[in-house]
């Protein structure tokens, strides 16, 4: 099992990226999903999941910002981040297990992840 993140980048204010997460070694359309992030001298927060049905949540702070999304085909998950502010500078992981989340104790919990990508930088400055 593998997750490799790319996408990350120096950019400023108000700028856009997608990030994504390729799997390998399963099949990530019956896993659970998620990306998590760290910002600078703090521990890791719980961004966005998507479950196996389709169903999305996302973190309040980024909600309304954040797209998650997933390509089954290509068995790639997704991330698209809009209108990047500072607070968004933080190492972002993609994260995975092989059961559903229904609750939010249940999908943000980042403990409860078993796999892990090695994440991918998000830098955001003027």
């Known amino acids: 099992v593998q997750l490799v993140e790319s996408g990350g980048g120096f950019v400023q204010p108000g700028d856009s990226l997608r990030l994504s997460c390729v799997a390998s070694?399963?099949?990530?359309?019956?896993?659970?999903m998620s990306w998590v992030r760290q910002a600078p001298g703090k521990g890791r927060e719980w961004v966005s999941t998507?479950?196996?049905?389709?169903?999305?949540q996302y973190a309040r702070s980024v909600k309304g910002r954040f797209t998650i999304s997933r390509d089954s085909t290509k068995n790639t998950g997704y991330l698209q981040i809009n209108f990047l502010e500072p607070e968004d500078t933080a190492v972002y992981y993609c994260?995975?297990?092989?059961?559903?989340?229904?609750?939010?104790?249940?999908?943000?919990?980042?403990?409860?992840?078993?796999?892990w990508g090695q994440g991918t930088q998000v830098t955001v400055s003027s």
């Open positions: 998507i479950n196996p049905d389709g169903r999305t």
């Open positions: 994260a995975a297990k092989d059961r559903p989340s229904y609750s939010y104790a249940e999908f943000s919990d980042i403990n409860s992840y078993d796999d």
């Open positions: 070694g399963f099949t990530f359309a019956s896993y659970t």
